[in-house]
């Protein structure tokens, strides 16, 4: 294809407009869910005549949205539209965008990654194809997958995604032993490191800890500290656990329900899931993440390291056989993301 004056291979150009869309699908992240972003980006002849994202749930799909910013339709048929996700195929709130596709005639699709969900999986493909519309499917799928990693992950694997949280001193602890709120805790943050942990919470749905954690720490769980709805909170331990600031209120030392404790957090994964939670983030204590990462129940850990040693206390939860990426921040706070794949 000739862009200017320079000619770029075809693959090449499928993925520098698929990158647009994927920063389109990135301004309907905080009001897209529970459905995924979405971008759209329609080119015609070397150049960009419409754009799209998913702005909110119930809206317009981004497909729509670029093809409604289109100045002149005709333009249409000679045109090739990339979209971050698979165009659906089934009436929800909002028409199929597949068949609004075919209608527009346009005769080349580019499809980042396939839509796990149900009802799509495949299905705005298919329809696509048999109308006559080539379609490539695959470009950037990393990234695309990526973006959507909590929608993909409630409908694949049918629990939230999971990230675990901590932070601990550059010795592997993360507190003092303490047997009573009374005694302060090491406070390792920082008022920047803060604010980003504020902002994790803000993009997680629902938000976890473990029994002993609430009943010495009080922890509020909310986001106080960036833009925001506040997370779900939701307290695990004592064979059980509850859900909702109604059900904390009533106390967290009696648990919802008795379960058994190797079954409780498949079940509570279940009970997320069927109230449509698609991230989870998991902050503490050190027993309840350990369980986490033992049972190889999440999908990515942040690791706060700061530069303060406390040479005993309550180890750190550990980490076995991954590697994980090291960022400086504020200073000489170090974080490790880790991913379990």
């Not at 949280?165 to 490191?193: H, I, M, N, Y």
Request: glycine share 10%; charged share 25%.
């Amino acid at each position: 294809m000739i862009i200017g004056n320079k000619f770029v291979e075809q693959s090449k150009v499928d993925e520098m407009y698929m990158r647009r869309c994927l920063q389109l699908a990135r301004c309907g992240r905080e009001h897209a869910a529970p459905n995924p972003m979405v971008g759209a980006v329609i080119v015609c002849g070397g150049r960009i005549i419409g754009e799209g994202y998913h702005q909110c749930c119930g809206g317009p799909h981004a497909e729509v949205n670029a093809v409604r910013s289109v100045a002149d339709p005709r333009q249409l048929s000679q045109s090739t539209l990339y979209v971050s996700l698979e165009p659906c195929a089934h009436y929800g709130k909002t028409p199929p965008c597949a068949r609004l596709i075919i209608e527009t005639g346009i005769p080349r699709v580019v499809v980042g990654c396939r839509d796990p969900f149900p009802r799509v999986d495949g299905r705005g493909i298919d329809m696509l194809r048999k109308a006559g519309v080539e379609v490539s499917v695959g470009v950037l799928e990393e990234e695309c997958r990526w973006l959507n990693r909590r929608f993909i992950t409630s409908h694949t694997l049918h629990r939230p995604y999971i990230t675990l949280k901590w932070a601990q001193s550059c010795d592997g602890f993360l507190d003092r032993r303490r047997t009573s709120a009374e005694e302060p805790a090491v406070r390792f943050s920082t008022p920047v490191t803060q604010a980003l942990v504020h902002r994790l919470r803000a993009e997680n749905e629902a938000i976890l800890v473990g029994r002993h954690t609430w009943e010495l720490d009080c922890p509020s769980l909310t986001v106080r500290h960036w833009h925001g709805n506040h997370p779900l909170p939701v307290v695990v331990g004592g064979g059980g656990y509850r859900v909702g600031r109604d059900a904390l209120a009533a106390g967290a030392a009696e648990a919802e329900n008795t379960i058994p404790e190797g079954d409780c957090l498949t079940a509570l994964m279940a009970e997320l899931h069927r109230r449509g939670v698609q991230s989870l983030l998991v902050e503490g204590g050190a027993r309840t993440l350990q369980q986490f990462i033992d049972r190889g129940l999440w999908d990515e850990a942040r690791v706060e390291t700061a530069p303060v040693t406390l040479r005993e206390g309550v180890t750190a939860p550990h980490i076995v056989g991954r590697t994980g990426k090291k960022l400086l921040i504020d200073g000489n706070t170090i974080t490790y993301i880790y991913k379990n794949s």
